[in-house]
C-alpha cells in the first residue's frame, strides 16, 4: 500500500475551548492512538488535504516534531454544515499486528452478462480487511467477466493470501441484473423481483389491448 508523508505537532493542552482555538487557526485537533498512551496532536488542513479528497487509502507516516510513526486515519470529524474537519483519530500501525480498514474496490473486466443486455450493480464500494500492514493492497479487484444475469459476486466468495476479509460474507459485492427489473432484484427476494417482473408484464398487456 502508498504511504503518504503529514506533518503534526504536538498539543500540550486539550480540551473543548483548546480545541475551538486551533480551529480558529486552521489546525485540526488530532490523536493518535496505539499500545501506548494517547499522543495529542495538531495537524494543518493543508498537510491533511491529500489525504481526504481521493477515493484511495494511504498509509501515513505520521511527522511529529521530527519523529516519524506508520498509523491508519481511523475516524474523521467533519462540521455538520461547514466544510472543516473538526478531529481526526490516527491509529498506531506495528509491522507485527494485523490492522483493520476500509480497502476501496476495484471492478475489471467486461461481464459477459453486460454484453448480454444485463447492467452491472455495484453495492460495495470498499471492503473492510484485516492484514499486517506489508500485506494492505491498494485496491480488491473483483474480475466480472464470467458473470451473466443473475449472477454476483459475494464477500464470502473472496479469497485473498495474508488478508482477512471481515464483513459479512453474505454481502453482495457487485451483480449483474436484468436492465428491466435492475432496482428490484438487487433489493428485493428472488421471488418478489419475479412477481414485480410479472406485473410490469401484465401491465403492459392490459394497455395493449385498450
Do not use: C
Request: glycine share 6%; no cysteine.
Amino acid at each position: 500500500m502508498e504511504s503518504l508523508t503529514v506533518k503534526a505537532q504536538k498539543r500540550a493542552t486539550v480540551g473543548k475551548k483548546e480545541s475551538k482555538r486551533l480551529r480558529a487557526q486552521k489546525l485540526i485537533p488530532a490523536v493518535l492512538y496505539g499500545k501506548d498512551e494517547p499522543v495529542h496532536l495538531t495537524v494543518s488542513f493543508n498537510e491533511i488535504r491529500k489525504l481526504v479528497y481521493t477515493p484511495n487509502v494511504y498509509l501515513v507516516n505520521l511527522d511529529i516534531d521530527g519523529e516519524v510513526r506508520k498509523a491508519i486515519i481511523q475516524d474523521m470529524q467533519w462540521h455538520p454544515v461547514e466544510e472543516q474537519i473538526l478531529h481526526i483519530d490516527f491509529i498506531r500501525v506495528e509491522e507485527d499486528k494485523p490492522v483493520k480498514i476500509s480497502i476501496p474496490v476495484k471492478i475489471t473486466g467486461t461481464s459477459k452478462g453486460i454484453k448480454s443486455g444485463g447492467r452491472l450493480k455495484t453495492n460495495m464500494r470498499k471492503l473492510r480487511i484485516k492484514a499486517l500492514s506489508e500485506n494492505l493492497p491498494d485496491t480488491i479487484d473483483i474480475d466480472v467477466t464470467e458473470l451473466e444475469i443473475g449472477d454476483s459476486i459475494k464477500v464470502g466468495e473472496l479469497q485473498r493470501e495474508n488478508l482477512e476479509f471481515l464483513d459479512n460474507k453474505s454481502n453482495l459485492i457487485v451483480g449483474v441484473v436484468s436492465t428491466r427489473v435492475a432496482q428490484a432484484s438487487m433489493t428485493l427476494p428472488e421471488e418478489e423481483a419475479e412477481a414485480s417482473e410479472e406485473q410490469e408484464e401484465s401491465s403492459e398487456e392490459g394497455e395493449s389491448t385498450e
